[in-house]
């Protein structure tokens, strides 16, 4: 975007290790700042923000939304056939067709077509929530299922940092269960604002997990935040955190990792633009992350649309349920 500039008319900000190419101009006769703050902010809905091309078209892929396939299912009453016997969720319900059917809503809980969820409600994952370490990274889809989850188990939630943001670390810890649950957020871009601290690369955070003698469960998103961003930004970001999940299974062998998908809401709007571009950069994820389990909350969140890309609190716990279906074998 800017060639036109000299090299030293440009701070570098970038972090090869972790994946983050990053320049931004420098500010005339000033010196480049040590460290980078940095919010997105959106003055023209209309106008795609940082990039144009064929990825930014309004009306074509940009401010779309996804419609229906324009036809309705009904389902039938069974009569005296038996239903499909489906094995149980667990790590190796990985390989799946993106376009296949997944599942359906009965009332408020989610029934899988891919495997049995047998853990329908929080309550019934309580019992194997015992010698664990479970961290949520990414943006603030994934700070909900750490608060949600902190807050049915009445865990005390601990904030970090000296100033108070959204995407600073939090932690909270239940010695009676030695459970402990973290969060923190994904690097830049990021549509909040904060130093570094908080909001790590996922790459360093996924480098700084030890063996801790429990369970290792880790839980990331990554995408709404980038999707004003051209995807061989995106790309380059997956790819590496990609070789870090790999350094990662060697470092614990027996470390569960997944990773989540966006969430589809009713509304479109400046901070997440299109639905089409959403879902796009979803099967990027899936595509080179396809050796990670994927917790389908797409496919969820498309059959129960949320008015906002935060669910509601009901549809957080049917996450997590299908989440520990895994976990929980």
């Known amino acids: ?37 940095f919010t997105e ?21 940009y401010q779309v939304e996804i419609k229906g396939s324009g036809f309705t299912l009904e389902a039938a009453t069974t009569k005296g056939g038996k239903h499909k016997e489906l094995p149980d969720c667990n790590l190796n319900s990985i390989k799946t067709s993106m376009d296949s059917v997944k599942g359906y809503f009965d009332g408020e809980v989610w029934q899988s077509l891919l495997c049995n ?62 459970l402990v649950i973290e969060y923190k ?59 870090a999940i790999e350094a990662l299974r060697q470092r614990i062998p027996n470390v569960k ?14 901070k997440v633009p299109s639905e089409w571009l959403l879902y796009r950069f979803d099967r990027i994820v899936r595509q080179i992350l396809s050796d990670v389990m994927y917790i389908d909350t797409w496919s969820m969140s498309t059959v129960q649309p949320q008015k906002s890309v935060h669910a509601d609190s009901w549809m957080l716990r049917q996450f997590l349920a299908f989440l520990f279906s895994h976990v929980c074998v």
């Open 1 to 37: 975007m800017f060639l036109f500039l000299r090299s030293n008319d440009t701070c570098d900000f970038s972090e090869p290790e972790n994946g983050i190419s990053f320049f931004c101009v420098r500010p005339e006769n000033e010196t480049c700042p040590k460290q980078l703050t």
């Open 41 to 61: 902010t959106i003055k023209d809905k209309n106008k795609p923000f940082i990039v144009s091309g064929p990825f930014y078209k309004l009306g074509v892929t």
């Open 117 to 178: 969820n047998k853990i329908k409600t929080l309550d019934a994952a309580e019992h194997c929530l015992r010698n664990k370490t479970i961290y949520f990274i990414g943006d603030s889809t994934s700070r909900q299922l750490h608060i949600e989850l902190a807050s049915f188990l009445k865990i005390p939630d601990k904030l970090f940092g000296k100033t108070q943001f959204w995407s600073n670390p939090r932690k909270a810890e239940d010695r009676s269960r030695n």
């Open 185 to 243: 957020a994904h690097g830049l871009p990021m549509r909040n604002p904060g130093p570094r601290a908080s909001h790590p690369p996922v790459v360093e955070t996924l480098n700084e997990i030890t063996n801790d003698n429990r369970d290792v469960i880790v839980v990331f998103n990554i995408g709404p935040h980038y999707v004003l961003h051209h995807p061989s930004v995106f790309i380059q970001r997956v790819t590496h955190i990609k070789r």
């Open 257 to 270: 990792v997944f990773v989540k998908g966006s969430v589809r809401s009713t509304s479109i709007h400046t």
